[in-house]
């Protein structure tokens, strides 16, 4: 599990890992964090200091919004 913030809007979320990512999933992490017309998070609605493994998620999450898989 890792926690994913977003230090703009001052929200959090927690999401396995360990499962595998969706374009779908990844859409509703970012609505977690942040509104649908928000601008101060990245692709997974994170902005500031992440925990340490964010990276490898948010590269997974971009690829499969890349690809829409």
């Given amino acids: 599990m ?10 959090s ?7 595998p990512m969706t374009a779908r999933k990844a859409q509703a992490i ?5 509104a649908d017309d928000c601008t101060s998070g ?3 609605g994170a902005r500031g200091p992440q925990e340490p493994g ?3 998620l ?7 919004i890349l690809t829409g898989r």
């Fill in 2 to 11: 890792i926690t994913i913030r977003n230090d703009f809007t001052n929200r």
């Fill in 13 to 19: 979320t927690r999401v396995d890992d360990s499962k």
């Fill in 30 to 34: 970012r609505r977690r964090l942040c």
């Fill in 42 to 44: 990245d692709h997974l």
């Fill in 54 to 56: 964010y990276d490898r």
């Fill in 58 to 64: 948010a590269d997974r999450a971009a690829q499969c």
